[in-house]
């Protein structure tokens, strides 16, 4: 051991071998520092996602309201002829307008009445009370209700006479052609039972030209 160290104590530290490791150090240094500064130099692009909003254009819808005048108007029609009664207490059940009516030839004088005597009047088939079928009696010159036996005056317009209704029977009014004997009905002083408009809920077959 002694005679090595001796040896080596007279040698000189050999200057390329430090340098060899000298450089390999610094040249680690350098790959480092180049990474450091390389990543620093050139930053790495960043995706952004950005979510717009989706702006939609509601369609808001415009109605327009339109006034029609609807006209209301009864038919004149046909309903009977002079020749249809010819005797006092002398009926005639027929439709106008689809409502059931009858005519009667009551022998005087009557309101609404018409004819060479204006007697020939017409009303509405059914009670105003509950719209039971009517019936005619020539004794009294009133229409009879069949159920819960009312009475309307024929002479006076329908004038409720005993019972449950609280108002006039529905009169035709009645036109006279004396040149041809036909009497033709032109509507309702009222509301027939059962119906709120007589026109609208009538029909309109059947009418003559006026």
Known sequence: MMSTEKKNEGKKPDPDRRAIIIGGAAAVAGVAAGIVIGSQAFPKLLTKTEVQPEVTKEVVPQYITKTVTQVEKYVKQLVANVSD????????????????????????????????????????????????????????????????????????????VIGHPNQYLAQLILEYDSSSGNIYALGFNKLVYGAYNNVLQGTTSGGVSS
């Open 85 to 160: 009664f010819p005797t006092a207490g002398t009926t005639k059940m027929t439709t106008y307008m689809g409502y059931q009516v009858i005519l009667i030839k009551t022998g005087v004088p009557s309101i609404g009445g018409v004819g060479p005597d204006n007697d020939i009047v017409g009303f509405s088939g059914y009670c105003a009370h509950m719209g039971y079928p009517l019936s005619y009696d020539p004794n009294t010159n009133c229409l009879l209700c069949t159920m819960h036996f009312s009475q309307y005056d024929v002479t006076k317009g329908g004038m409720q």
